[in-house]
């Protein structure tokens, strides 16, 4: 499969001056950028760097930024799933998983999240993936946010459902460890029926528990 990647731009008008959204960038791009000190949900905002940077430079890794000149202040990434989670099996090529997506505090309240997704659902190419997520609540921002599990969750939705991510049932035992955890979904307009029926084995393996 050739992953075909489309550069697409937006200009946010924020109380906080000019969010550039843009991407897929290049790894040289993000090489150039600073990355905030406020980016650090998954690790420091220098070790982001350098995982977001090799992410890009993956034929099918698919990096978008949001930024204030030339300061990285939210991103969103797609990558294939882990080879560890049960969405690899079956070395679907076209199987993308939104991996991450963080803002920093400051900007939270100007939609930078949903415009993030809308950016990335600008390339047509997308149209030819089944892209993922997983949510998980030991992920979320709670403390930071001050909301409840179900709160954030609704807020997740409605983030995913900017980007056309809808929720799937499954039976994956760590999602369903928790009611609050969730699979959302986006099936693009070019994927085969096959492989609908293929990604759907994958997302019930236990079909005698319903």
Same mark, same amino acid.
């Given at each position: 499969?050739?992953?075909?990647?489309?550069?697409?731009?937006?200009? +946010?008008?924020? !109380?906080?001056?000019? @969010?550039?959204?843009?991407?897929?960038?290049? =790894?040289?791009?993000?090489?150039? $950028?600073?990355?905030?000190?406020?980016?650090?949900?998954?690790? =420091?905002?220098?070790?982001?760097? %350098? *995982?977001?940077?090799?992410?890009?430079?993956?034929?099918?890794?698919?990096?978008?930024?949001?930024?204030?000149?030339?300061? @990285?202040?939210?991103?969103?990434?797609?990558?294939?799933? /882990?080879?560890?989670?049960?969405?690899?099996?079956?070395?679907?090529?076209?199987?993308?998983?939104? #991996?991450?997506?963080?803002?920093?505090?400051?900007?939270?309240?100007?939609?930078?999240?949903?415009? $993030?997704?809308?950016?990335?659902?600008?390339? /047509? *190419?997308?149209? /030819?993936?089944?892209?993922?997520?997983?949510?998980?609540?030991?992920?979320?921002? +709670?403390? #930071?946010?001050? $909301?409840?599990?179900?709160?954030?969750? %609704?807020?997740?939705?409605?983030?995913?459902? *900017? #980007?056309? $991510?809808?929720?799937? !049932?499954?039976?994956? =035992?760590?999602?369903?460890?928790? =009611? *609050?955890?969730? +699979?959302?979904?986006?099936?693009?307009?070019?994927?085969?029926?096959?492989? @609908?029926?293929?990604? /759907?084995?994958?997302?019930?393996?236990?079909?005698?528990?319903?």
């Amino acid at each position: 499969m050739i992953h075909r990647k489309t550069y697409n731009c937006l200009v +946010l008008p924020t !109380a906080s001056g000019a @969010v550039t959204i843009e991407g897929p960038v290049t =790894p040289e791009t993000l090489s150039s $950028l600073q990355f905030h000190s406020g980016l650090r949900a998954f690790r =420091p905002h220098e070790e982001q760097k %350098k *995982a977001l940077i090799e992410i890009a430079g993956l034929d099918e890794g698919r990096i978008i930024i949001a930024r204030v000149k030339d300061t @990285v202040v939210g991103y969103v990434t797609y990558v294939h799933p /882990d080879p560890l989670e049960r969405w690899s099996q079956g070395n679907m090529e076209n199987l993308l998983e939104l #991996g991450a997506i963080e803002v920093i505090s400051e900007f939270r309240n100007f939609k930078i999240g949903k415009n $993030l997704l809308k950016v990335s659902m600008m390339d /047509d *190419a997308m149209n /030819d993936y089944i892209i993922i997520t997983t949510e998980y609540y030991w992920h979320w921002d +709670l403390q #930071g946010t001050g $909301l409840n599990v179900w709160d954030y969750r %609704k807020v997740m939705e409605k983030m995913m459902n *900017a #980007g056309g $991510l809808e929720y799937m !049932a499954t039976d994956d =035992p760590e999602i369903c460890s928790h =009611p *609050a955890n969730c +699979l959302m979904v986006k099936i693009g307009s070019r994927v085969s029926m096959d492989h @609908v029926q293929q990604f /759907d084995r994958i997302r019930f393996q236990n079909r005698f528990m319903y």
